[in-house]
T-cell receptor, first 114, second 113 residues
Framework: DVKVTQSSRYLVKRTGEKVFLECVQD?????MFWYRQDPGLGLRLIYF???????EKGDIPEGYSVSREKKERFSLILESASTNQTSMYLC?????????????FGSGTQLSVL | DQQVKQNSPSLSVQEGRISILNCDYT??????FLWYKKYPAEGPTFLIS?????DKNEDGRFTVFLNKSAKHLSLHIVPSQPGDSAVYFC????????????FGSGTRLLVRP
């Protein structure tokens, strides 16, 4: 089974802190994604990476950056955390960009910014 | 402006009965649709999908129906089981950006024993 592991289940940070959310997948997937899930808004794509050192902005990239130095690891960075970034963050991966390719999600990181 | 809408935040159904979860979309460029299921403290998992060239896709107890003219899809679960209690997200993608899924806000299904 594919495993997507997010380093923290819960995080509490202060406004202005730099925050790193880490994600590792163990199935040699090409694509990795960061989503945030908010009540009433569903899952929204923050950033996407289709290869090492490659990244593309999703729908809501403002206030975030990403890093993919190795194929299995995709990091989401909040340069200066703000209260409106309090959310559930979900990492996902997929093998290819074919239409029927499933996304495999991690369990999520609930981030609270105080 | 949400392009994929799930207007029912919650649904409660008796075990053994049919569950029908609905999803509407506004973008006519969407041509591939998926349903994901999410249990508490877990990430979403893929459930079933349908291409716009079809109007129905079935997988065991789960059937997805697509009405392109109405820009509407629905997920039917028959018979519903308590283990089906979860949040269900519908998602859509476009041919020109196939990696990018647009998700709805989710519907919480409770199947009562």
């Amino acid at each position: 089974d594919v495993k997507v592991t997010q380093s923290s289940r819960y995080l509490v940070k202060r406004t202005g802190e730099k925050v790193f959310l880490e994600c590792v997948q163990d199935m040699d997937h090409e694509n990795m994604f960061w989503y945030r899930q908010d009540p009433g808004l569903g899952l929204r794509l923050i950033y996407f990476s289709y290869d090492v050192k490659m990244k593309e902005k999703g729908d809501i990239p403002e206030g975030y950056s990403v890093s993919r130095e190795k194929k299995e690891r995709f990091s989401l960075i909040l340069e200066s955390a703000s209260t409106n970034q309090t959310s559930m963050y979900l990492c996902a991966s997929s093998f290819s960009q074919r239409r029927n390719e499933k996304l495999f999600f991690g369990s999520g990181t609930q981030l609270s910014v105080l | 402006d949400q392009q994929v809408k799930q207007n029912s935040p919650s649904l409660s159904v008796q075990e053994g009965r049919i569950s029908i979860l609905n999803c509407d979309y506004t973008n006519s460029m969407f041509d591939y649709f998926l349903w994901y299921k999410k249990y508490p403290a877990e990430g979403p998992t893929f459930l079933i999908s349908i291409s716009s060239i079809k109007d129905k896709n079935e997988d065991g107890r789960f059937t997805v129906f697509l009405n392109k003219s109405a820009k509407h899809l629905s997920l039917h679960i028959v018979p519903s089981q308590p283990g089906d209690s979860a949040v269900y997200f519908c998602a859509a993608s476009r041919r020109d950006s196939s990696y990018k899924l647009i998700f709805g806000s989710g519907t919480r299904l409770l199947v009562r024993p």
